[in-house]
């Protein structure tokens, strides 16, 4: 594995103020191996390779770290979790907190509860089911420190998915592409009608030139109304 990032990996880490363990490594490799061997039969990602998965999956999924959004967190959700990114691996890494981990497909959180299990993950609980109805259960509504989506839908879409999962003066995260300038036009009326507030977009880079990234932070100002998220499809189809 030595042609594997391990030192920028270490280097987030550092910058956090904090230290990537042996043994947490190890796991996380255990992992994007589980993926990138399971993807043959279950198509949980498009990516193939164990050199391009460790920077596109792990680095990234890391790269909140630094946040302090993130390091204030104890209870997070992860919207749209697919095979388990960025759930997993901060989960791996910071035992401390508790994440749950959604996703409407149930051959993914499948595979992520199966992971979960062979990794020993005592902080990590997944959810089958559509982020507009289960943002309805008492269980999860406006419960958690912080809510992240990576490669979900856009972002006023987004913001109607996870802020009714935040709890009032919490945040939510989203992991953008380079292009998310765009998608930051248009929020006023999603921002204002959800109660919340656009904080600062962070942009990043990849090793290996493997891409520009970026993070939204959006407040949440106020209790989200009982009628947010609407049904299952209409947050896509006519957005806020
Ligand atoms: N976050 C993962 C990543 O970055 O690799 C997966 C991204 S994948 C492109 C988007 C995932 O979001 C899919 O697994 C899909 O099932 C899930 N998803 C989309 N809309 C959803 C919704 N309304 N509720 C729950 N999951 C949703």
Same mark, same amino acid.
């Given at each position: 594995?030595?042609?594997?990032?391990?030192?920028?990996?270490?280097?987030?880490?550092?910058?956090?103020?904090?230290e990537?363990?042996?043994?947490?490594h190890?796991?996380l490799v255990?992992f994007?191996?589980?993926?990138?061997?399971?993807?043959?039969?279950?198509?949980?990602?498009?990516?193939?390779?164990?050199?391009?998965?460790?920077v596109?999956?792990?680095?990234?999924?890391?790269?909140?770290?630094?946040?302090?959004?993130? =390091?204030? /967190?104890?209870t997070? $959700?992860?919207?749209?979790s697919?095979?388990? @990114?960025?759930?997993?691996?901060? #989960?791996?890494? +910071?035992?401390?907190?508790?994440?749950t981990s959604?996703?409407?497909?149930?051959?993914k959180?499948?595979?992520?509860?199966?992971?979960?299990?062979?990794?020993?993950?005592?902080?990590?609980?997944?959810?089958?089911?559509?982020?507009?109805?289960?943002?309805?259960?008492?269980?999860y509504?406006?419960?958690?420190?912080?809510?992240?989506?990576? =490669?979900v /839908?856009?972002v006023? $879409?987004?913001?109607?998915?996870?802020l009714? @999962?935040?709890?009032?003066?919490? #945040?939510?995260? +989203?992991?953008?592409?380079?292009?998310?300038?765009?998608?930051?036009?248009?929020?006023?009326?999603?921002?204002?009608?959800?109660?919340?507030?656009?904080?600062?977009?962070?942009?990043?880079?990849?090793?290996?030139?493997?891409?520009?990234?970026?993070?939204?932070?959006?407040?949440?100002q106020q209790?989200?109304?009982?009628?947010?998220?609407?049904?299952?499809?209409?947050?896509?189809?006519?957005?806020?």
């Amino acid at each position: 594995m030595s042609h594997l990032r391990r030192d920028e990996l270490e280097i987030l880490f550092r910058q956090a103020g904090l230290e990537l363990s042996d043994s947490a490594h190890e796991r996380l490799v255990q992992f994007l191996e589980l993926v990138i061997h399971t993807n043959e039969q279950l198509n949980l990602t498009a990516i193939t390779s164990l050199e391009e998965g460790y920077v596109k999956h792990l680095y990234d999924s890391l790269a909140i770290i630094g946040l302090p959004e993130f =390091a204030r /967190a104890d209870t997070l $959700i992860d919207i749209g979790s697919g095979a388990g @990114f960025p759930s997993i691996p901060l #989960a791996i890494c +910071f035992p401390g907190k508790r994440f749950t981990s959604l996703d409407s497909t149930q051959k993914k959180i499948n595979f992520q509860a199966q992971a979960a299990e062979l990794l020993g993950l005592q902080n990590f609980t997944t959810c089958w089911g559509r982020a507009e109805e289960l943002a309805h259960s008492p269980a999860y509504r406006e419960s958690f420190d912080l809510a992240t989506a990576r =490669a979900v /839908a856009q972002v006023n $879409i987004l913001l109607e998915l996870a802020l009714p @999962f935040v709890k009032t003066g919490s #945040a939510a995260v +989203f992991y953008k592409g380079k292009d998310y300038l765009s998608e930051l036009e248009s929020l006023q009326k999603p921002l204002a009608v959800l109660h919340a507030g656009l904080d600062r977009a962070i942009s990043y880079h990849l090793p290996d030139n493997l891409g520009e990234r970026a993070f939204v932070v959006f407040q949440k100002q106020q209790p989200t109304a009982s009628a947010y998220p609407r049904k299952p499809g209409v947050p896509q189809k006519k957005p806020l």
